[in-house]
């Protein structure tokens, strides 16, 4: 089976990848498509290790203490999941050692 792949759509600002994906099948029938997009979140996890390293995680937190910073496709994917609605599922999120990289400063919310 071969594959072919195309860039659609790139945003610099972002990071997200639009990509058309063509893969053949046995037979035409079998033939696929996908619109596939990706996210390079490189610089916003480096951003966020560096707001972490700045913000001392025993200081109190404030109103409106900034903690983490989401990558789009996350965002989007927690919305549809109705965790971002849900104030004591996205804590338990945010408070997951797997997400730390999208945290901004330590401790537990």
């Keep these: 089976m071969s594959s072919e792949r195309r860039?659609?759509?790139?945003?610099?600002?972002?990071?997200?990848?639009?990509?058309?994906?063509?893969?053949?099948?046995?037979?035409p029938s079998?033939?696929?498509f996908?619109?596939?997009?990706?996210?390079d979140v490189s610089d916003i996890i480096a951003r966020?290790?560096?707001s972490a390293n700045?913000?001392?995680k025993h200081k109190?937190?404030?109103?409106?203490?900034k903690v983490a910073s989401l990558p789009l496709g996350?965002?989007?994917?927690?919305?549809q999941q109705g965790i971002l609605d849900?104030?004591?599922?996205?804590?338990?999120?945010?408070?997951?050692p797997d997400n730390k990289y999208f945290r901004t400063r330590g401790g537990r919310i």
């Design 7 to 27: 860039v659609l759509d790139f945003d610099p600002h972002t990071g997200i990848k639009h990509n058309f994906v063509y893969e053949a099948g046995e037979t």
């Design 30 to 32: 079998q033939d696929r």
């Design 34 to 39: 996908v619109i596939e997009t990706t996210q």
């Design 48 to 50: 966020n290790r560096a």
């Design 54 to 56: 700045d913000v001392d």
């Design 60 to 65: 109190p937190w404030g109103e409106w203490s």
């Design 74 to 79: 996350i965002y989007y994917d927690l919305k």
């Design 86 to 96: 849900d104030k004591k599922r996205f804590t338990k999120w945010l408070n997951d």
